[in-house]
DNA sequence: ATGGGTGCAAAGCATTTGCAGTACA
DNA sequence: TGTACTGCAAATGCTTTGCACCCAT
């Protein structure tokens, strides 16, 4: 049993929810793709090619859990539909998405965080958390 | 005629579009509530009020045509539908919105746009525009 | 007049919900 | 064993599309 999944029994259990092999593997489905973003058709595609037959509808259910139990955040990426990653730390972090190839770079810059927190406070707003999405071209596609 | 409908009427004229009294109608209402931030279903209900039959077909094709034409922007408020308002120059502004009560402010600061070029840069990423929503609590209801 | 614009209804996606059956504590 | 969990299908909410009619040019 791996950190993460004993983070996962602890936070289902701490909530009196139940660990179930489906949360199990819905849960380590995003955490081995961390760095894809993965979408809820992405996730079902998954476990259905893993031979787990699990339906879109618990998929929506367990990310919904996930995000409010704290191990999860679902992040816009721009799309019509929603992206979850593994929780970072941080109150927030941004995605610089390329418009040409969809790649997703992930970015924690400190800058931004104090010149967010300094706009805040000139509006007397209390930060809770932001998301912000960069678009552009990558290297790659700029050749 | 005021300004902002000869801009529409260049906008439209300019791709041998039409211009006609449906699209002066929905472009005058984002217009007229410009920090509001209306959604689709907003533009429609002031217009049915206004005895303006318009159907939410062409208010989604007239703000999408809006839209690509330069006149409006779409923002995206953490909802599951999209905002519009009146195109800034900037190739980008943030919102701050208010978790508890919903009003969004805007802003655009010099500081998070030197950040956010900072970061392109370091990433070799060409920075065509950018989306941040901050949320937080204003200061009405955090008393 | 003629081709783009519009309303209406149906279709399309992403997501949520009701319900009956299943499996975890 | 009892109740939360799950699959299935139907429902919902937002947005798009097909088609016949209408109106700017």
Known sequence: MNADQERLEQALRSRDLRVTRTRRAIFAEILASSDSHLDVRQVHGRLMRKGR???????YRTLHLLVR?????????????????????AAGHG???????GRVFEFADEGI????????AAEDFRLEKY???IFGSCRRCRK
Do not use: F, M, W
Not at 69 to 89: A, F, I, M, Q
Not at 95 to 101: D, E, Q, W
């Open 69 to 89: 139990s704290g191990l999860l955040s679902r992040e816009d990426l721009g799309e019509s539909h929603g992206h979850y990653e593994p929780k970072k730390r």
């Open 113 to 120: 965080r104090k010149a967010l927190a300094e706009v805040g």
């Open 95 to 101: 995605h610089l998405i390329c418009s040409s190839c």
């Open 131 to 133: 998301s912000l999405q």
């Open 53 to 59: 037959n699990v339906s879109l509808a618990t998929i």
